[in-house]
């Protein structure tokens, strides 16, 4: 089991090069978080979760949190750790200053949520469903919501939850029973929510629940959901905590991986009801919630960077160690790190999770424009980015992290079928990140349908337009850069063949869906990491002998050669004669 370092270099070049850092903390508001002051507070973060967080990994994940006597029990080490890192003050760098918020930028913070996400993939979640209640009450919440609760969640004190699921009621959120009757100034909240990452624990002094329920009044549907704020422990007037309020976990859920994390089975209402209240309109909810779900979507993309990297990381560290067989040109037995196939596997690895992350990278730089930029067009511009991104970003890089965490057990061989290697925690851990947050088929209709179709493909339109552009300013460069040019212009031309077919072909979208999405992620990834070897590239020329810039070109062409070919098997599958969606009924599945 290898040790944790953060890419520091590649995370710099990233905000660099693609995020254009120097221009970008010029957004009003971001004043003080300047390239300085980040380049000063990113090594520090490292050195944290390098050596406080990332040690706790395994250790965590062979002590599963568990229901006893009533309480949520999670690894005994993170309660300490926990407790550092709300004093260092990472748990959320992008909090508003207004509520004793570092006020950085969004890029910033995914850095430093990057960083968490290697260390430690399962306790990761714990401040990310906060950011997600940070972002949703900042929205939506009473000026008195804000100041009781911001402050808290945004230092750590306090953690937030999401709750959507009920047992009958799982992506069809349409089906929530859970109730909201009107008591006074609150509401009473009863009924159960299922799979609540972090629903209860004791790290964090508090627990604010967001809970979607119904007026008994409400309309049926959609449009009878509300938002509710329901806190752990009921807060008195000078902001101290309270009784304990009426919702308890009843039940723990045993997981493939994330075993580090609590995932609850929440009962609202027991007693009586739950001291809740309404956040946002009354009856939109769920346009209050999925604010959140959308923070969070990003985030969950990101997980999927995190680790990843670390299944990178480890798998490199093994292959240099372990020696097998002869090589030409190295005497004696090999490491199996000099094998073609190992370098293969390595090189996929490296490639998917750098793509991933100039992806992720990109879009909350765009999203940190779309909340700061002084002009509205600009700010209305990088919405609609984030909005196509989003889907991308959420189905794509979880996607690519299940291949590169399973690449990285293959690597280990059969050690790596060995839970001791730590390998296979990875391979566990990744395969949640394409199912919550909405799956990754719910991100391939969300993409081809919300946001292709609604507006006929203009905003994706202008995304292969800045593709395209790329692609013509570096046509006159020689070696890798210009063939890399090249293959980034075939790369559009497949992505407006596929986007032109299904606006011709609109009603076969949901059964192309998953492909249409497979395929602007590669090609989107792909352009993205063409821009940064370019970057590299310029700094070769002026002189740099510093290997990394090599190796970034290196990784970028082998995307192009060995990922970005399977765009013509994604291409081929969404411009098709059939429809299997049409063809295929529920009685073609059973056995015969």
Not at 17 to 40: F, I, T, W
Not at 235 to 240: F, H, K, P, Q, V
Not at 434 to 457: H, M, S, W
Not at 480 to 493: D, M, P, Q
Request: hydrophobic share 40%.
């Amino acid at each position: 089991m290898s040790l944790y370092k953060v890419p520091q270099k590649e995370i710099s070049f990233i905000l660099d090069e693609l995020v254009g850092y120097e221009e970008h903390c010029k957004l009003p508001g971001y004043e003080e978080a300047s390239s300085d002051m980040v380049a000063a507070i990113l090594p520090e973060a490292a050195k944290f979760f390098e050596e406080m967080v990332a040690p706790t990994n395994w250790e965590a994940d062979t002590q599963p949190a568990h229901l006893h006597e009533g309480a949520v029990v999670t690894a005994p080490m993170l309660e300490s750790v926990y407790t550092q890192m709300v004093d260092a003050g990472w748990c959320c760098l992008s909090g508003d200053t207004d509520y004793d918020g570092a006020g950085f930028p969004g890029v910033v913070d995914v850095a430093v949520q990057e960083m968490l996400q290697s260390a430690n993939l399962g306790f990761s979640l714990l401040p990310m469903l906060s950011r997600g209640v940070i972002h949703a009450l900042s929205l939506y919440g009473s000026d008195e919501q804000k100041q009781t609760y911001l402050s808290q969640l945004i230092s750590g004190n306090w953690s937030g939850t999401m709750n959507l699921t009920e047992p009958q009621a799982g992506t069809d959120l349409s089906a929530v029973k859970t109730k909201a009757v009107p008591e006074g100034d609150h509401y009473l909240v009863s009924g159960q929510k299922i799979y609540i990452t972090w629903g209860d624990h004791e790290l964090a002094d508090n627990v604010i629940h967001l809970v979607l329920a119904r007026l008994p009044d409400a309309p049926a549907g959609n449009h009878g959901i509300s938002l509710f704020l329901v806190p752990k422990y009921l807060i008195n007037a000078d902001g101290s905590l309270g009784e304990r309020n009426d919702v308890k976990a009843v039940g723990v859920e045993h997981k493939l991986g994330i075993h580090s994390s609590p995932t609850c089975t929440m009962a609202f209402g027991d007693n009586g009801g739950a001291v809740g209240y309404l956040v946002g309109p009354l009856n939109q909810g769920l346009m209050c919630m999925f604010s959140m779900m959308n923070n969070a979507r990003l985030s969950v993309g990101h997980q999927g960077v995190g680790v990843g990297e670390r299944a990178y990381q480890q798998a490199v560290a093994y292959a240099s160690d372990r020696v097998q067989g002869k090589v030409q040109g190295v005497e004696g037995n090999a490491p199996i790190i000099n094998h073609p196939d190992v370098k293969r596997m390595l090189m996929q690895m490296r490639a998917l999770t750098e793509a991933g992350r100039a992806m992720s990278f990109f879009t909350i730089a765009a999203e940190d424009r779309s909340h700061r930029h002084c002009d509205a067009d600009q700010r209305a511009r990088d919405a609609m980015l984030v909005e196509v991104m989003t889907p991308l970003v959420k189905g794509w890089c979880t996607e690519v992290a299940m291949e590169s965490t399973s690449l990285g057990v293959q690597v280990h061989g059969g050690m790596g079928f060995i839970e001791e290697t730590g390998a296979a925690q990875h391979m566990r851990d990744a395969r949640i990140l394409p199912i919550y947050e909405g799956t990754n088929g719910i991100q391939a209709l969300d993409f081809v349908g919300r946001k292709c179709l609604r507006d006929g493909g203009e905003t994706i339109s202008l995304l292969l337009a800045a593709m395209q552009q790329t692609a013509s300013e570096l046509s006159a460069a020689n070696g890798a850069i210009g063939e890399l040019s090249t293959a980034l212009t075939n790369t559009v031309e497949q992505c407006q063949q596929a986007l032109d077919y299904v606006l011709a072909n609109s009603a076969k979208s949901p059964s192309l869906a998953y492909n249409f999405l497979m395929l602007f992620g590669n090609s989107v990834s792909f352009w993205l990491l063409v821009k940064l070897a370019a970057a590299a590239q310029k700094r070769i020329d002026q002189g740099s002998s510093d290997p990394f810039y090599g190796q970034k070109i290196k990784t970028t062409s082998f995307f192009s050669s060995q990922i970005l070919t399977r765009n013509l098997a994604y291409l081929a599958s969404v411009i098709t004669a059939s429809n299997y969606a049409e063809d295929l009924v529920a009685a073609d599945f059973q056995a015969l």
